[in-house]
């Protein structure tokens, strides 16, 4: 791939981004659901507490699907 398609790839990604379904934010990670819910790193921390309860695994609000933090 050339270097002009390569920044160009970059630059429409970082523009698109990612937006959060709680607080509405674009941001460059989210954690994401298989249904489609996303949400950003702040607000994970901030409603952990009731979407995991071991800290390995999230229950999605939307659709109540078990989704992995990726720390295995």
Same mark, same amino acid.
């Given at each position: 791939m050339s270097e002009k398609k390569k =920044? =160009?790839? #970059?630059q429409k990604k970082?523009? #698109?981004g990612h937006t959060c379904s709680c607080c509405g934010r674009?941001? $460059?990670f989210n954690?994401? +659901? #298989? +249904?489609?819910f996303q949400i950003c790193q702040d +607000?994970? $921390? $901030?409603? !952990?507490w009731g979407m =995991? +309860?071991?800290g390995i695994t999230w229950q999605c609000p939307d659709c109540g699907?078990?989704?992995? !933090?990726?720390n295995q």
């Open positions: =920044s =160009s790839y #970059r970082a523009l #698109r674009k941001t $460059e954690w994401t +659901c #298989r +249904c489609g +607000c994970m $921390e $901030e409603n !952990f =995991s +309860c071991n699907g078990q989704n992995g !933090f990726g």
